[in-house]
Every structure is written in C-alpha cells, then in structure tokens.
C-alpha cells in the first residue's frame, strides 16, 4: 500500500504541480519554525553552557528562520517565485551560519569538516534557488515527485517479493 500511495503521490506532483507547490508552502513554513525554534533552543543551550560567543550565531540563524516561516504563513497563497526567494534565502543564510559556527568550534568539535559540507550544501542550494527561483521550486516538486515514483516502484516490488517469499 506505501508504494501504491508513493507512486499516486509522485504522479501528482507532476500533475497537479501548483497544488504540490502550495502544499509544499505550508511544509516549508512549518520546517522554517520547527527548524528556527530547534536552533534557538541550541543557542540559548550554549550560551548557559559556555561563555563563547558561537551561539549568537545560531541564535541568529534561528530567529531568520522562524521569521521566514511565519512570512511563509501569512501568505499562503504566495507564488512560486517569492517561494523560492524564501527557501534561497533561508538556505544561504542558515549555510553561512553553520559555516561560520562550525569554523568557531573547530578546535573543540571533531569531525566539523561534516558541518562545513552541510553549511556549503545549504549555500549553494540556496544560490541555486535565489538565482532561479521559479524554476528551483518548480525542480523540488518534479524532483520530490521522482523520488516518490521510484521509492514507490521499490517498495511495491519489494513487498511482491516478499508475498512471493511467504
């Protein structure tokens, strides 16, 4: 049934690709906060914990994504163009937060090298997206919609196999 349902939902992003986009608004928007919150309550968990002034970056970080989540709120309704702004313009600025946080804590976190490449990841989706913004929404949905056909085709064949197995 998880395929069926994966291969419905990959076919309707590709059919009904601005519902997918207004669905993915309001997923979007809802990360932003949940993201924001998560990374303001790492901050203020730092600052209690140390004296070093890294957090501030994050805290940074976490209140321009709460903002960027509740501007996505309050209009709902926004275009595929704003939409991209918005997710290029999150992703650039939380990349360079982390890159920064992570160049701030190298001495005292092994292995930063990983929160580099997701700081350089987040800026050069977020260039990507800033820069073309329609045509980056538009590429999530079609690239969300590819995925869900293929994990879809995947589970549906596995759970064949299985049945075949039993």
Not at 1 to 15: D, H, P, Y
Not at 22 to 42: N, S
Not at 48 to 76: C, D, E, K, N, Y
Request: proline share 2%; aromatic share 14%; glycine share 12%.
């Amino acid at each position: 049934m998880r395929g069926i349902v994966a291969v419905l939902f990959g076919v309707l992003c590709f059919i009904l690709t601005g519902a997918a986009i207004f669905v993915l608004v309001i997923w979007v928007g809802a990360f932003f906060v949940v993201d924001g919150v998560l990374m303001i309550v790492g901050a203020v968990r730092s600052a209690s914990a140390s004296h070093m002034s890294h957090w501030l970056w994050q805290l940074l970080g976490g209140i321009v994504g709460v903002a960027a989540g509740i501007l996505t709120f309050f209009w709902p309704g926004i275009t595929a163009l704003t939409l991209g702004i918005f997710i290029g313009a999150w992703a650039l600025v939380t990349g360079i937060f982390e890159l920064i946080t992570a160049v701030r804590l190298r001495s005292a976190l092994p292995n930063e090298w990983l929160w580099i490449v997701n700081g350089l990841l987040s800026v050069l989706f977020g260039l990507f997206v800033f820069v073309f913004p329609g045509a980056g929404l538009i590429a999530i949905v079609y690239v969300l919609g590819f995925y869900a056909i293929f994990a879809g085709v995947a589970m549906i064949m596995l759970s064949l196999r299985l049945k075949k197995a039993a």
